[in-house]
């Protein structure tokens, strides 16, 4: 969706500019782009997914892994995501129950899983995710569901502040970009949602795991020093994990540091 939407910008300031440019022929041309329509299709034959071959896990076992049109693969990724997912899900509930609080980690559950394949997959944390999320946050501690709105609004905004010192700071020294843009939004998010004071905890776990897991892959998977790391899926972990031990870490934390 956003790659149509840059390619439709891009095309029509380079006509504004009077360069004669036109869409290129792979750009979608359907009239509605969006999360609902077009309707799901085979990647390989077009096939139009009915309803009965898009049941989380289900379908998948019951078309045997493959398209029922084409006997194309369906890549193992559909079902491992829909499976995490639901964990995640019932963890969550089996946690904390039934409530206003876990419905709205529940909607966080689903957007930070997302927004970590997308950023493993294309680098990029999407505005359309991140900034309704933080949104959601300050709604929700408006009327105290997490935490004080005056805590969540500073979270918010040290949560910005944070790694947007960090991305300037590593830019003047090196001249190169550290991380992106989103990455100061999803942090921002965790600020509105938890609060200032599980900021250093969720710094300090994403830090630590993303270390752990480059390292693992460059000594394994032969991974160079010089491939960009997604941040965004370290965040979200730590982030999640603050979301739902929240009390418990910042205690924590705040007792072995002595503040």
């Known amino acids: 969706m956003m790659r149509r939407d840059w390619l439709g910008e891009c095309v029509e300031f380079l006509q504004d500019q009077g360069h004669g440019i036109s869409p290129q022929p792979e750009a979608p041309r359907e009239a509605v782009f969006n999360l609902a329509k ?15 071959e898009n049941l989380p896990l289900l379908s998948y076992v019951i078309l045997g892994g493959r398209c029922s049109n084409c006997q194309s693969p369906i890549s193992w990724r559909y079902p491992a995501i829909e499976l995490f997912t639901g964990v995640l899900s ?13 419905l709205l980690i529940l909607l966080a559950t689903w957007a930070l899983l997302a927004l970590s394949f997308i950023d493993i997959d294309h680098q990029l944390l999407p505005d359309s995710i991140t900034l309704p999320l933080l949104w959601l946050g300050l709604l929700a501690n408006s009327f105290g569901v997490f935490v004080p709105l005056s805590d969540a ?78 941040f965004g899926p370290y965040l979200a972990i730590a982030g999640w994990i603050a979301l739902m031990w929240r009390d418990d870490i910042v205690r924590a934390y705040f007792g072995i540091s002595g503040l």
């Not at 019932?90 to 876990?102: D, M, N």
């Not at 200032?196 to 892959?217: E, F, N």
Request: with cysteine.
């Open 90 to 102: 019932a963890l969550v509930v089996w946690q904390l129950g039934l409530g206003v609080g876990s």
């Open 153 to 230: 609004v500073w979270g918010a905004i040290a949560g910005y502040l944070i790694l947007w010192s960090v991305y300037w700071s590593f830019k003047l020294l090196t001249g190169k970009e550290g991380m992106g843009y989103g990455d100061f939004k999803l942090l921002a998010a965790f600020g509105a949602w938890m609060g200032w004071q599980a900021l250093p905890v969720i710094i300090l776990l994403s830090a630590l795991s993303g270390i752990v897991v480059t390292v693992l892959q460059m000594l394994f998977s032969g991974r160079s020093r010089h491939q960009p790391i997604p």
């Open 38 to 52: 077009p309707d799901s299709r085979c990647p390989e034959c077009g096939h139009a997914i009915r309803a009965w």
